[in-house]
């Protein structure tokens, strides 16, 4: 499986950035898939949930209400919309496919993308 996460970018406060994920090789409607995040210093951590029925979405509580989690399975590609953006979501955001919805850990996910830089300015 190959995951190749796209879109980030610099951007104002207050702005938006929609994040993609193409994963390549599997079967994609099998697959719960997460975005996470890793800033400076700071360990991974959990951004958004998809299930793969795309009925089911989970957040963290720091990004809870600007973003939103989607996924095309016809395009084979997930999304991260990003709005209402803030300094402190500077990070490099990756996508991951895992197999058990409400997982919000890394070691819970297999696959990874290499990631794509955001960067919001004050």
């Known amino acids: 499986v190959q995951l190749q996460a796209s879109g980030g970018g610099l951007v104002q406060a207050g702005g938006s950035l929609r994040l993609s994920c193409a994963i390549l090789g599997r079967t994609f409607s099998t697959y719960v898939m997460g975005w996470f995040r890793q800033a400076p210093g700071k360990e991974r951590e959990f951004v958004a949930g998809?299930?793969?029925?795309?009925?089911?979405?989970y957040y963290a509580d720091s990004i809870k209400g600007r973003f939103t989690i989607s996924r095309d399975d016809a395009k084979n590609t997930l999304y991260l919309q990003m709005n209402s953006l803030k300094p402190e979501d500077t990070a490099v955001y990756y996508c991951a496919t895992g197999r058990y919805i409400w997982r919000t850990t890394p070691n819970d996910y297999d696959d990874w993308g290499q990631g794509t830089q955001v960067t919001v300015s004050s």
């Open positions: 998809i299930s793969w029925v795309a009925s089911t979405t």
